[in-house]
T-cell receptor, first 113, second 113 residues
Framework: AQSVTQLDSHVSVSEGTPVLLRCNYS??????LFWYVQHPNKGLQLLLKYTSAATLVKGINGFEAEFKKSETSFHLTKPSAHMSDAAEYFC???????????FGKGTKLSVKP | NAGVTQTPKFRVLKTGQSMTLLCAQD?????MYWYRQDPGMGLRLIHYSVGEGTTAKGEVPDGYNVSRLKKQNFLLGLESAAPSQTSVYFC????????????FGPGTRLTVL
């Protein structure tokens, strides 16, 4: 069965410093993995996705994630945080029994000026 | 293209009242999903549909019903609302099951008093 664990419920960084949001997954086969972002009172927007091509995936707004099969991880990074990055981020794995996406519980990113 | 739209955006119900949430997509997607989002829980699948006229139960289907009479629309009904159904509801659609990314609507914030 597929599952995903986001290791931090809340991450706080200063503007201009690097961002690291950690995600581990469990899957019985090669999964597709996604990061979605949700700004306050908004819907979910796809940041990036991994679908068994390049292990380093680049997304929108300067974010990227690296798929590491040996570590079953898919951590999200950004070199320099911006105030507009403050949001909740969800790591997601595909392949639920009903074809749905399996969501992590989310990591809330705060960015201090 | 409007993508995925949801109506209404907000609603307050009294316990025992009924209502229908409407989701519409203009991307000709076969698959549609209803999720609920609760604090610290991520998104959980309520019901889904793999095509016009077909629906199936997800992870948390109790207290909800759905219908997919037209390919572009997916309705979520609450026959007798309960306070435990206070949540934010998201509709999503995808071209295929499983590994394909899902596109989300803006959400409906429902409060049951």
């Amino acid at each position: 069965a597929q599952s995903v664990t986001q290791l931090d419920s809340h991450v706080s960084v200063s503007e201009g410093t690097p961002v690291l949001l950690r995600c581990n997954y469990s899957s019985s086969y090669s999964p597709s993995l996604f990061w979605y972002v949700q700004h306050p009172n908004k819907g979910l927007q796809l940041l990036l996705k991994y679908t068994s091509a390049a292990t380093l995936v680049k997304g929108i707004n300067g974010f990227e994630a690296e798929f590491k099969k040996s570590e079953t991880s898919f951590h999200l990074t950004k070199p320099s945080a911006h105030m507009s990055d403050a949001a909740e981020y969800f790591c997601v794995v595909s392949g639920g029994s009903q074809g749905n996406l399996i969501f992590g519980k989310g990591t809330k990113l705060s960015v201090k000026p | 293209n409007a993508g995925v739209t949801q109506t209404p955006k907000f609603r307050v119900l009294k316990t025992g009242q009924s209502m229908t949430l409407l989701c519409a997509q203009d991307m000709n997607h076969e698959y549609m999903y209803w999720y609920r989002q609760d604090p610290g829980m991520g998104l959980r699948l309520i019901h889904y549909s793999v095509g016009e006229g077909t629906t199936a139960k997800g992870e948390v289907p109790d207290g909800y019903n759905v219908s997919r009479l037209k390919k572009q629309n997916f309705l979520l009904g609450l026959e007798s609302a309960a306070p435990s159904q206070t949540s934010v509801y998201f509709c999503a659609s995808s071209y295929r099951r499983g590994h394909n990314e899902q596109f989300f609507g803006p959400g409906t914030r429902l409060t049951v008093l």
